[in-house]
C-alpha cells in the first residue's frame, strides 16, 4: 500500500495525523519552514525526529555548489539518524554528484524537484534513497505525472532500492491518482489530509441516521444508552 508522508513541518498537525494513524515519515523544504514562522530550524527538525521512533524526516539543502552542498548535507544527517537530505536535481549534474557521495558515505537522501522520467531514472542511478516527482508542477509543466509513475515504478522495484516519493499534491482527486497509480509514497500537506475524510453524501447519512435514532429513542419504551454506550 502507498506510504503517506506529512508535507509539513508543523509539529501539532504532525501529532494531530499521526493520532489519526496517518504519518509514515515527513518532507519539508524552505516554504514549508517559512510558513512555520518564528521557529528555530534545528529544533523542529529533532523534534520532528523524534516523534516516530524510526522515521524519515527530509530536510532540504540550501547551498548550489557541491563542496557547500557536502557539508551541508553531513551536518543535517548528523543531528539526527531519521534526517534524509533533500538535494534538488540541478541540470549540470552538481545534485547527482553529490547524491553519489552522500551515498558512498552511507547519507540517505531524497533527489527532489523532479518531474520527468529522466531526472528519476538519473537519480535512481546515482544512488537517492528517495526520488521526488513533483505532481502537480510537472502537470504545469505540460507533462503526464500518471504515466511518469507507471512507467518509473517497474524500473525502481527491479533494479534499484530508491522509492518514488510523489508530491505537489494540491487536492484529494490528486491523491487517488498518485495511490491507485502505485506510487511507493505520497507526501501531502495538512490542508490536503484534511480535505480527505469528508464527502457531503456520508455527512448528510450521519445526520439521516442521528435523526432516525432520536426518533427511536423518544418513540421507544427500550431504556436509552448511557453516555457509555451501554444499556442501564
Ligand atoms: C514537495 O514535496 C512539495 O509537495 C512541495 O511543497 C511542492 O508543492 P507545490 O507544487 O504545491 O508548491
Known sequence: MTKIFLDTASASEIREFL????????TTNQKIFLSEGNVDFKQRVLEICNMKKE??????TTTHTYEELVEEAREYSSWHKNVVVKVAM???????KVVKKLHDEGIKTNMTVMVTFNQ????AKAGATYVSLFFNRARDAGLDPVKTIHEIMPFLEKE????LIVGSIRKPEDVEEVA?????????TPK?????????????TIKEFDDAWNQFVTTNKAPPLTQAGRNT
Do not use: C, N, R
Request: net charge negative; charged share 20%; no cysteine.
Open 180 to 188: 491507485s497509480a502505485g506510487a511507493h509514497i505520497i507526501t501531502i
Open 90 to 96: 540541478m541540470k549540470d549534474g552538481t545534485g547527482l
Open 160 to 163: 534499484t532500492e530508491s522509492e
Open 192 to 204: 490536503v489530509i484534511q480535505q480527505m475524510p469528508f464527502h457531503q453524501k456520508t455527512e448528510d
Open 120 to 123: 528519476l531514472y538519473l537519480a
Open 55 to 60: 522515521w524519515p524526516v527530509s530536510v532540504e
Open 19 to 26: 493520532s489519526w494513524g496517518i504519518g509514515d515519515g515527513v
